[in-house]
């Protein structure tokens, strides 16, 4: 895997979901860290549980498959690997793990080995060697990813001129694979969000609990009272989320998903927070009166975005090269009324 993602992968060197500019071409190849992780960790499993009772083999075996499964998906969750490069690493790992397992059995290999001796050995190590390295390791991570407190200055002049092109466009899976656009990007203190909204005809969605759930196995539930499915980008669910009954049409209603971006903006009347996302539409369906299912449908469209929300339209064209942006993005500055 070291060898052949920079051969023939197209991602930069080093570049990860987390760190990845929105609409930069990629190309996940087997992950080299997780093959390195499934060898050494079954290796090491092989040892542990060779010519021992099942009593001892199970355990052992449990604890190998959850620290390799629960640190692939930890490196996943934080940004640091796709997840087909993360499924292919552990595929080339396991591939070469059968392959060193098969020369042993065939050449019938014995090896006096002290399993339990083993194990103690191997704790004591990773005691010492985590003691030692944890806490360096630790800080050099945090100085290179954001704090969930970092928060970014940007004037207004500044976002209006092109910093707007820094908020992703497109939606991120944790799997890094994009999704629906992201039009909007909307600077307003939450307050003055909702109240705006609100006198718009929007209303907060209704918040998800065992009793709200259950609605969406009724027929009869109306559009208005069914929680919104939740979206990810970037591991991140949605910070705020509005919902709008059109009238004369009660299967059917307008979402509004927007998630935090970690940028303030500036002008001489104060700072507010950036928000961003997108809109979209939901029909509702009956299959057979039994329960309730959702089509979602976005609306990508920037001039449609601002009629909906009852907003001046400041529309700006992403450039040429942001292949993975919609065709206008709506920019909006609400200030305190």
Known sequence: AIVLVPAFGITPPGATPASLPPGAPHMPLPDADAAFAILASSGVGWLLVSDRPALWRIPVVTAVVLWIVLGGF????????????????????????????????????????????????????????????????????RGLRPHPGDVVAMTVDQWMRGGWQRVPTRRTEIGGDREEYLPLQWCAAPDTLARHLAQAGWQRATPWSAQTALRWLLPQASADTLPVLPRYTHG???????????????????????????????????????WYGAL????????????????????????TLAQALAIAPTIVHPPARMDAAPGGVLLVWTVEP
């Open 236 to 274: 991140e669910s949605t910070r705020r989320v509005f919902v709008r009954v059109e009238p004369g049409s009660p299967d059917s209603r307008l979402v509004l998903r927007l998630w935090r971006y970690p940028y303030v903006l500036s002008d001489a009347r104060g700072t507010r927070p950036l």
């Open 280 to 303: 979209y539409r939901e029909t509702l369906h009956h299959p057979a009166r039994l329960m309730t299912i959702v089509r979602t449908t976005p609306i990508d469209d920037a001039a």
């Open 74 to 141: 930890a490196r996943l969750y934080v940004g640091d690997t796709w997840l087909s490069g993360l499924l292919g690493g552990w595929s080339l790992g396991l591939a070469w793990f059968a392959l060193l397992a098969g020369a042993y059995a065939y050449w019938r290999v014995r090896e006096h080995v002290q399993p339990v001796g083993a194990l103690v050995t191997l704790v004591v190590v990773l005691a010492i060697a985590g003691v030692w390295m944890i806490p360096a390791q630790w800080q050099a991570d």
